[in-house]
């Protein structure tokens, strides 16, 4: 087997941290708090976007498009768990958010600057979502 030289493996090295920063979110963004057990599916005006995992809290681009903005997010098994339409004005320094608490957890989408407090889910014990 041959040994990548040092000035190759920088080289490689500083490719793959391109590659990683170019996959790095640029634009405006929605933040998903999935604090679930299952994942679930985002979508942005009737169009899918992507799914998370449970448990995320990851920032979703939301495209160039100004709000308003529908924001729809479905369970597995297709239940609409969350409906939210981004306020508009959304002026620097503003934002808003909104939640809602499940049998499984909790989920919060929010955008711009906000002061939520920690999203919490279900005190008891956790049923399955719809």
């Known amino acids: 087997m041959r040994r990548v030289g040092p000035a190759l493996g920088s080289v490689l090295l500083g490719l793959f ?4 920063s170019a996959a790095s ?3 405006p ?3 998903l708090e999935n604090r679930t057990d299952i994942p679930v599916a985002i979508h ?3 169009a899918w976007v992507g799914t998370y995992g449970a448990g995320v809290g990851v920032d979703v681009p939301i495209g160039r498009e100004p709000p308003p903005r529908a924001v729809d997010v479905y369970s597995p098994s297709g239940a609409l768990l969350l ?3 981004i306020p508009v004005p959304v002026s620097t320094g503003t934002g808003g958010s909104t939640s809602v608490t499940l049998p499984c957890g909790a ?3 929010s955008y711009g600057k906000t002061d939520a407090s920690p999203l919490e889910g279900p005190t008891g014990p956790s049923s399955p979502c719809p």
Do not use: F, K, M, Q
């Open 17 to 20: 941290l391109l590659g990683c």
């Open 25 to 27: 979110v640029d634009g």
């Open 29 to 31: 963004t929605i933040h």
């Open 44 to 46: 942005l005006d009737g």
């Open 83 to 85: 409906t939210w339409e």
């Open 107 to 109: 989920i919060r989408v």
